[in-house]
Nanobody, 116 residues
Framework: QVQLVESGGGAVQAGGSLRLSCAASGRTFSGYYIRWFRQAPGKEREFVAHIMWTGGSTDYADSVKGRFTISIDTAKNTVYLQMNSLKPEDTAVYYC?????????WGQGTQVTVSS
């Protein structure tokens, strides 16, 4: 019933920007956390960013602080990850993760490729 659909990935030159979207549907998400993760080829899944569904404080991996911004438009049930000053090491599949103490949901992922 719950569905998370990521979009906005693609190929970009180093120094460029992309905005990823995660469209959520199927239930009310009040009180849920939102996280973005990424997984690069041959590497473990890595935490990228966090925000609560209702907004508030954010948290970022050290590798993306100052470059990435997580946000949410609750009226549209959509989560965003604005990625600026992209580096080749940001290349990965990016996943949206929404959950609570009793539920957790994942999107299918969207590919981001940053070239030199």
């Amino acid at each position: 019933q719950v569905q998370l659909v990521e979009s906005g990935g693609g190929a970009v030159q180093a120094g460029g920007s992309l905005r990823l979207s995660c469209a959520a549907s199927g239930r009310t998400f009040s009180g849920y956390y939102i996280r973005w993760f990424r997984q690069a080829p041959g590497k473990e899944r890595e935490f990228v960013a966090h925000i609560m569904w209702t907004g508030g404080s954010t948290d970022y991996a050290d590798s993306v602080k100052g470059r990435f911004t997580i946000s949410i438009d609750t009226a549209k049930n959509t989560v965003y990850l604005q990625m600026n000053s992209l580096k080749p090491e940001d290349t990965a599949v990016y996943y949206c993760n929404v959950g609570s103490v009793i539920h957790e949901y994942w999107g299918q992922g969207t590919q981001v490729t940053v070239s030199s």
